[in-house]
Nanobody
Framework: QVQLVESGGGLVQAGGSLRLSCAAS????????MGWFRQAPGKERELVAA????????YYLDSMKGRFTISRDNVKNTVYLQANSLKPEDTAVYYC?????????????????WGQGTQVTVSS
C-alpha cells in the first residue's frame, strides 16, 4: 500500500501560479504510476495529468495542456503539479492518486490509492 498526502493548495488570483505536491509513503514509490485529478463542486472528478512510473511518459487532458505540468521525483517520493495562468474555473479540490498499472493510467478507475485532496481557489 501507499499513503498519499497533498499540499500546496490555497487562494490565488487569476493569472497566478501554484505548485502542488504529493508526498508518498509506504511501498516503493517508483512502483506506481501517478496522477492528479480535480473535482469542482457539483462536478465529476476529472483527470488533470498522469505520469508513468519512471517519469518518462506524461499524459494530459486536452483542456489542461499548456498550463499544467506534472513531474515526479522518485528519490523524494513526491509527485508535483505545476499550475500556471490559473483561471477561476480551475477552482477545485485537487487529488493525487497512485496506480499499480504497468502502463500509464488515464482514467479514474485505473487508480488504486487516493490522497485526501488540497483545495485550490482562484479568485477573479
Amino acid at each position: 500500500q501507499v499513503q498519499l498526502v497533498e499540499s500546496g493548495g490555497g487562494l490565488v488570483q487569476a493569472g497566478g501560479s501554484l505548485r502542488l505536491s504529493c508526498a508518498a509513503s509506504g511501498r516503493t514509490f517508483s512502483y506506481y504510476g501517478m496522477g492528479w485529478f480535480r473535482q469542482a463542486p457539483g462536478k465529476e472528478r476529472e483527470l488533470v495529468a498522469a505520469i508513468s512510473r519512471g517519469g518518462d511518459t506524461t499524459y494530459y487532458l486536452d483542456s489542461m495542456k499548456g498550463r499544467f505540468t506534472i513531474s515526479r521525483d522518485n528519490v523524494k517520493n513526491t509527485v508535483y503539479l505545476q499550475a500556471n495562468s490559473l483561471k477561476p474555473e480551475d477552482t477545485a479540490v485537487y487529488y493525487c492518486a497512485a496506480s499499480t498499472r504497468l502502463l500509464i493510467a488515464t482514467t479514474r478507475l485505473q487508480y488504486d490509492y487516493w490522497g485526501q485532496g488540497t483545495q485550490v481557489t482562484v479568485s477573479s
